[in-house]
């Protein structure tokens, strides 16, 4: 008889004592690591707006090159070149997240004296969704340099 009431006994008073003390603790828990995982998520989903702009900043440096370097009447045409590299600017269609996008070029030398153009384009990323812990801005460029057609 002694074996049969021992364990059920024991058991009240775990139940009393141990069971009520970590309900709250798992609450706590639960919520630090949902925390964390939002976190977390939102991270990357920043991450992929920033991606996706530098794809397309990118290939906006790329067209403004490949304008800059048919000819040197083309090189020296800045307003051209703009038209050219910001033609894939539509916020609506093209995912750019980004605000007043800059495009900059310059007549150079290659290392065999060779007339090329280098063309930039920066813009300034807007996450779109806001942490306290991380930036919501950030600079994004990418330059290309091609050789100038004679």
């Given at each position: 008889m002694l074996r049969s009431t021992f364990p059920r006994r024991a058991q009240q008073?775990?139940?009393?004592?141990?069971?009520?003390?970590?309900?709250?603790?798992a609450l706590i828990e639960s919520v630090v690591t949902f925390g964390l995982l939002i976190t977390l998520i939102v991270g990357i989903v920043n991450f992929g707006f920033i991606f996706?702009?530098?794809?397309?900043?990118?290939?906006?440096?790329?067209?403004?090159?490949a304008y800059a370097s048919a000819n040197t009447g083309a090189a020296s045409d800045l307003n051209g070149i703009r038209a050219a590299?910001?033609?894939?600017f539509d916020p609506a269609s093209t995912g750019w997240n980004c605000e007043s996008p800059v495009v900059a070029s310059r007549v150079?030398?290659?290392g065999d004296g060779n007339p090329?153009?280098?063309?930039?384009?920066?813009?300034?990323?807007v996450s779109p969704i806001a942490l306290p812990i991380m930036p919501d801005r950030f600079t994004v460029s990418h330059a290309v340099t091609r050789r100038i057609m004679p």
């Amino acid at each position: 008889m002694l074996r049969s009431t021992f364990p059920r006994r024991a058991q009240q008073r775990a139940g009393a004592a141990g069971i009520r003390a970590e309900c709250g603790q798992a609450l706590i828990e639960s919520v630090v690591t949902f925390g964390l995982l939002i976190t977390l998520i939102v991270g990357i989903v920043n991450f992929g707006f920033i991606f996706r702009t530098l794809i397309s900043i990118t290939n906006a440096a790329n067209v403004g090159a490949a304008y800059a370097s048919a000819n040197t009447g083309a090189a020296s045409d800045l307003n051209g070149i703009r038209a050219a590299a910001l033609g894939e600017f539509d916020p609506a269609s093209t995912g750019w997240n980004c605000e007043s996008p800059v495009v900059a070029s310059r007549v150079t030398t290659d290392g065999d004296g060779n007339p090329s153009v280098e063309v930039g384009v920066a813009c300034t990323v807007v996450s779109p969704i806001a942490l306290p812990i991380m930036p919501d801005r950030f600079t994004v460029s990418h330059a290309v340099t091609r050789r100038i057609m004679p």
